[in-house]
């Protein structure tokens, strides 16, 4: 696996940024609840985020993406559902700073615990999963893999969840499947203070 010694895109400085970047990144800011929009961004208030900073350069894409990007927050699967997808997909492509941001979250969160964070570096087979969640772990690597699930997995997911719940996992799988491709191709690199993988986990370990 190729391994960049330097990003080939690094995020647009925050200071660059210009109304049709704040007009587009104002709807990451709008709630579920009531579709409050948080106020229009200004220079002094812009995120300090390394992901933002890419999406940036691109105005007119993170338009069309933060809705959806939105809705994959606040889907059907819930919060640790939702969180075990990312934390396990992002292990498996190598999507260092979605996996660091996850992990942040999940504990800030409290939707999973340190124990669950760690056996998900591990995979279906570790031992404090239950059957369920053993089966939902198995089918992220299945489509990781595969790109596919086979049906005997899938017949667990369908005891599990509802038909929306089932597009809302594939859809999560997929996107940050796809986010590890985008992200380690442009070189995204953590911010101060991110958790990073273990040097064991290495894509050059991999080979």
Known sequence: MTQLTQPR?????????????????????????????????????RPKSNI???YAWHPELMRG???????????????RIREIAIIRTTWLGYGEYEWAQHVRMSRAAGCLTDDEIAALSEGP????????????????DEMCRDKNVSDETWQALEARFN????????FTVGTYD???????TMGLELEPGMESFPESHSPELAK
């Open 9 to 45: 895109i690094t995020p647009r400085p925050t200071e660059d940024w210009d109304a049709e970047v704040d007009n587009a990144l104002s709807v990451l800011a709008t709630h579920g609840a009531g579709g409050q929009a948080a106020p229009q961004l200004t220079p002094e208030t």
């Open 52 to 54: 933002l900073g890419i």
């Open 65 to 79: 993406w933060m809705p959806y990007s939105n809705h994959l927050r606040n889907s059907s699967l819930g919060d």
């Open 125 to 140: 087979d570790a031992a404090l999963w239950s059957e369920d969640d053993a089966a939902l772990v198995r089918a992220i």
């Open 163 to 170: 038909r929306q719940q089932l597009i809302d996992l594939l």
């Open 178 to 184: 796809f986010h590890c491709m985008v992200f380690r």
